[in-house]
C-alpha cells in the first residue's frame, strides 16, 4: 500500500504566520487554525472566512497557480461557492512556492456524510453543466485527468493485480475490460474539475450542496472523468437522479457514461489499492467498487448511457 507521499517542503503555523505578516500585514492577525493536509498540500483555516493553501510538493506548485488564475472566472458562472483564490503568495523565508489565500468553504466533506444522506444531485450536475463547456487553448494540461480513460489501462491492471486476493477480482478486471473501450471523447476537450470525489464536495447539514474544493487538477479535457461521481457518490437512486439532471442540461452519449465508469473504477481501486491506509478512502472506495458491480452485474446494455440505466 501507498501512503501519503512524504512533504518535499515544511508548512508549520509559523512559517505561515510569518508569510502572512511579511506579505499580508492585514491578515495575519487573524486565528489560524490547521485544516487539513493532503497528498499535495497543506490548508489553513485564517478567520471565519478565509484560507491559506500552501503546496506540500513540488507537482502542486503548479496546481495552485492554475487555481490562482482559473477559479475566480469557474465559479463566476457556475453560482455555487468555490474556494476562490483573493490574494497571492511569494515565495520566502525559505518556502519555495507561490501559494494562495481563498475564501473558506463551510460544508462537511461528502466522505463523512453517509451515502444515504448525500443528497444536491441536481445542484452537481448543474454544476458539471456549467463547468463542462469548451476550454481555451491556454487551459492547463493534465496527464493524469485529461486523458481518454483506455490510457490508464496499464496503471488499473497494475491496481488489479494488488487486489487479486479479492473474491470480485474476476469481475472487476472484465468490467475494466469492456468499459475501458468504450469510444474516445468526440467534441472539444471542456473544462473538467479531475478530481471530484466525495472529499472534494461539500454538504449542508440538511444534505444539500453546499460546494465544490480543491481545483488543483483543474484542466482541459474529456468531461466523462467527472461524471465519474455518479458512482463514487451516489447509491442507485440518487445516482439515476444525477443522472437525469445531467441529460436534462447536456446530454451524453452512452460511451460517455461507459468512459464515466471506468474512471469510477479506477478511481475505486486508487482508493483500494494504493490509499488503502486511509480509511475514508478505503471505504469510499469499497462503496464505489460496490456501485459499479451491483449495475453492471445486469449486463453492459446502456450501461450507464441515459438516466433509465445509470
Known sequence: MSRTPEA?????????????????????????VPAAEGW??????????????????KLAAGLVRSELRFVGEIAARTGIALPVPVRRGRPARGYPWEWSICRWTEGAPGLSVPPAARGGAAELAGFLGALHTPAPPDAPENPFRGLHVGALDARVRERLALVAHRQDHAELSALWAALSGAAPHAGPAVWVHGDLHPGNIL?????????????????????AVDLAVAWQLYEEGRRREFVAAVEAALPRDRDTWRRAAAWALHFGLLSVAVEGNDPAFAANGEFTLRELRAQFSRGLTGAGGASRSA
Not at 517542503?9 to 510569518?18: F, G, I
Not at 499535495?40 to 510538493?57: E, Q, S, W
Not at 454538504?203 to 468531461?223: E, H, K, N, Q, T
Request: aromatic share 4%; net charge negative.
Open 40 to 57: 499535495d498540500n497543506v490548508v489553513f483555516r485564517l478567520g471565519d472566512d478565509l484560507a491559506v493553501r500552501m503546496p506540500r510538493r
Open 203 to 223: 454538504f449542508a447539514a440538511d444534505g444539500s450542496l453546499a460546494g465544490v474544493i480543491d481545483f488543483g487538477d483543474l484542466c482541459a479535457g474529456d468531461p
Open 8 to 32: 518535499e517542503a515544511v508548512v508549520t503555523a509559523d512559517l505561515v504566520r510569518a508569510l502572512l505578516a511579511d506579505q499580508h500585514p492585514d491578515l495575519a492577525g487573524l486565528p489560524l
